[in-house]
């Protein structure tokens, strides 16, 4: 029987029915994409399943912190303790935190001898003494704790971030560089880095002091007179001396246990001085053995400085002789940093080459003025000299190689004449190479594992750049886009409803 009005029924009844199913189905296929989701976030926290897509891999843990961490694997001494002052789910609260503790745990995913831990200093302030043997400071609950056993560093969170010095804002993330650095610092037995002291010079506190700590030295202020350096020190910085150290003729020989610690240790010295420096009768003498002499002139250059007075410098880069190696790393980036030597005195080169008691002494500029011989150098000691212009050399390296029990040793002066080059405006921007520099010079002296090739990360910036007038057109043509979109499938609509 056709019946109009039962079938109508049955219509909506079939509508109703498939229109129930489609609801049920929607909804429940959209409940579980909810609780997939949040089972996956939960998984991928817990197992730090991230991956870094961003160009400077700001998030994650790079191929330099393995190639320099990989020694310590399974070793069965090494045991780092990352430990944060306060519980997980505030760290995760906040972005600025998180970001931290998110590479802490990629740490302690990678590296079987890096675990991460948790200490609530508001309510157990107690727990964290045993990591405070070696800190003056006490932690804050932003603060971050690096440990080995009886070794520790304390960081503020800021120390992972690097900010801009003009705003005061973050702009990159120091995060693994900061990270890594300490690990060297703690983990394995650390060669010793005297700074001189007792002649004004700059040490503890200084870019440079922290330069060292980073590259994982043991890094130690030494009074030549009253000290004699360890058998395991590598390295002794003489920093920005006010006046000179003691020789033959004074009570006690500083020179003397300098030149013992080179021909014993088989380390390395670097001498830091500028246009203020006096003269040092007994420094100078001891220099000019290595084939070095300082001379009492100020260089300029007008045209290759960052400075209207000339004197902050734009080093050239060397490319022969020993000295050439110490900037191998930077001559073969695309992009060639610059370094920069500021408020320098010139140095001579003695000798380049010269044989020794059971060896021999090579002598090689490391950075000099620009060879178009813009610099001038002026005397410090005669205002009336007229300036002399030509190449200058700016920084030195000198090499002695000696055979003990048919093994080749070296040692190395490395001399410049600034005392500014480690100062933070060189160091802590990504357009200068002073910091490769250091870090190189640290690996010519023997230390294998420097943080070289590791860089903070500068946060992308992905906004759009375009003219006014461009931006102008685009505004008018998104105002107006949508709604004559909208207009004209009405009208369409309307039409197609008016004469069906």
């Excluded at 000099?368 to 030509?390: I, M, Q």
Aim: proline fraction near 2%; aromatic fraction near 10%.
């Amino acid at each position: 029987m056709n019946n109009p009005i039962y079938n109508q029924n049955v219509s909506k009844r079939r509508r109703l029915k498939f229109g129930a199913f489609a609801v049920g189905l929607t909804a429940a296929v959209i409940a579980l994409v909810v609780v997939a989701n949040a089972v996956f976030s939960a998984l991928a926290t817990k197992n730090m399943w991230y991956i870094d897509m961003t160009k400077e891999k700001v998030f994650g843990i790079t191929d330099q912190t393995r190639d320099l961490l990989d020694s310590y694997r399974g070793d069965g001494q090494t045991a780092i303790e990352i430990v944060f002052c306060t519980d997980e789910d505030k760290l995760r609260a906040n972005d600025y935190s998180n970001l931290v503790h998110n590479l802490a745990k990629q740490y302690e995913e990678e590296f079987d001898f890096v675990s991460v831990k948790y200490v609530d200093i508001i309510n157990h302030p107690e727990a964290v003494d045993k990591y405070l043997a070696t800190s003056v400071s006490r932690p804050k609950i932003t603060s971050v704790i690096l440990s080995n056993g009886s070794q520790s560093r304390l960081y503020s969170l800021d120390s992972f971030y690097t900010f801009d010095q003009d705003t005061g804002s973050v702009f990159a993330f120091n995060g693994e560089y900061k990270m890594t650095s300490g690990i060297l610092q703690l983990a394995g037995d650390n060669p010793i880095a005297y700074f001189v002291t007792g002649h004004g010079e700059q040490t503890e506190g200084t870019v440079m002091w922290s330069l060292f700590e980073e590259a994982g030295y043991d890094v130690r202020k030494i009074d030549l007179s009253r000290e004699t350096p360890d058998d395991a020190a590598k390295v002794m910085v003489i920093n920005n001396p006010k006046f000179d150290l003691m020789g033959a003729d004074d009570t006690v020989n500083e020179i003397k246990k300098v030149d013992a610690f080179l021909d014993k240790n088989f380390g390395g010295l670097m001498v830091f001085l500028d246009a203020e420096s006096g003269e040092m009768p007994e420094l100078d003498a001891f220099l000019t053995e290595w084939g070095i002499a300082f001379r009492q002139e100020q260089v300029r250059d007008y045209r290759h400085s960052l400075s209207v007075s000339g004197t902050e410098l734009i080093a050239e880069y060397v490319t022969e002789g020993a000295g050439a190696s110490l900037t191998t790393s930077l001559r073969g980036l695309e992009t060639i940093p610059k370094t920069i030597v500021n408020n320098a005195k010139p140095i001579d080169l003695l000798y380049e080459q010269k044989t020794i008691d059971g060896g021999v002494r090579n002598v090689s500029a490391v950075l000099r003025t620009s060879s178009d011989k813009s610099a001038e150098a002026f005397s410090l000691t005669d205002n009336t000299a007229a300036p002399v212009k030509g190449i200058f050399s700016l920084m030195t390296l000198t090499v002695e190689q000696r055979y003990v029990d048919n093994e080749v040793h070296s040692s190395y002066v490395l001399a410049a004449g600034t005392a500014s080059f480690a100062d933070d405006q060189y160091i802590g921007s990504r357009a200068y190479g002073n910091r490769d520099v250091i870090f190189n010079t640290m690996k010519a002296f023997g230390k294998k594992t420097v943080p070289l090739d590791m860089d903070f990360k500068v946060f992308e910036s992905e906004q759009l750049l375009i003219e006014n007038g461009d931006a102008n057109r685009w505004t008018a043509l998104c105002t107006l886009f949508l709604p004559v979109v909208v207009a004209g499938i009405g009208i369409y609509v309307y039409a197609r409803r008016r004469y069906l």
